[in-house]
């Protein structure tokens, strides 16, 4: 019995590797895995199921402590993939309050900040999916 070769010999189906090759991605590659749903009333409007999370665009989160708090988002790290969301604190014990950093798929984009963005909608234009024979002829 022969086996067969995979197509793409960089993939890897072993958990450990791939954590490892999402810890160690350069910056411009984690910025795409740092996408979040658009809520459904979003999404039928733009066209596009997910966005990546950019600095500004209001979001709701759907897991955690902090379940259902809606806040603009503040700053988006890609060395540690997370976002800073206002209004989502935490006390430390000298009394003082810390934002908690919230994972981008924990949440869901209720407001885009700025669709006239030429290249947040050139992804929005090439990820909608045509639905009549109008818009297919263009």
Do not use: W
Not at 46 to 74: A, H, N, P, Q
Not at 83 to 99: P, Y
Not at 114 to 120: G, L, Y
Request: hydrophobic share 35%; with cysteine.
């Amino acid at each position: 019995r022969m086996k067969r070769m995979k197509k793409n010999q960089s993939l890897s189906k072993q958990p450990s590797k791939v954590r490892k090759q999402m810890y160690v991605a350069p910056l411009h590659k984690r910025r795409k895995k740092l996408t979040a749903s658009l809520a459904p009333a979003l999404a039928e409007v733009e066209g596009v199921k997910k966005l990546v999370v950019r600095k500004g665009d209001t979001v709701r989160i759907l897991r955690g402590s902090f379940r259902g708090i809606e806040g603009e988002v503040s700053a988006v790290s890609y060395k540690s993939m997370k976002l800073t969301i206002e209004g989502v604190t935490f006390e430390k014990s000298d009394g003082s309050a810390q934002h908690f950093p919230v994972q981008a798929c924990n949440c869901e984009i209720i407001k885009l900040k700025n669709m006239k963005d030429k290249r947040r909608k050139a992804v929005v234009d090439r990820r909608t999916v045509p639905e009549t024979e109008e818009e297919l002829a263009k």
